[in-house]
């Protein structure tokens, strides 16, 4: 997943948000626990919170150092 992400974030010019994310790592079936792995395996990789976009539930704009 990790690496799948950190590709996908590159070609997005380094910016996505947390529901682009969850959609890239988990395309088919995605689970409720999915997002804390998600967010554990960003920060991990060392990829920072920019700030809360808009819409639904404000999803967190993820950048890429």
Known sequence: M???????LIAHNGLATTTQL????YPHERKD???DELRHA???LGIKELG??????A?????LN
């Open 2 to 8: 990790t690496t799948a992400v950190g590709r996908r």
């Open 52 to 57: 809360r976009g808009r819409g639904r539930e």
């Open 42 to 44: 960003l920060r991990a």
């Open 59 to 63: 999803p967190i704009i993820w950048v």
């Open 22 to 25: 969850l959609r890239w790592a």
């Open 33 to 35: 626990w999915h997002c």
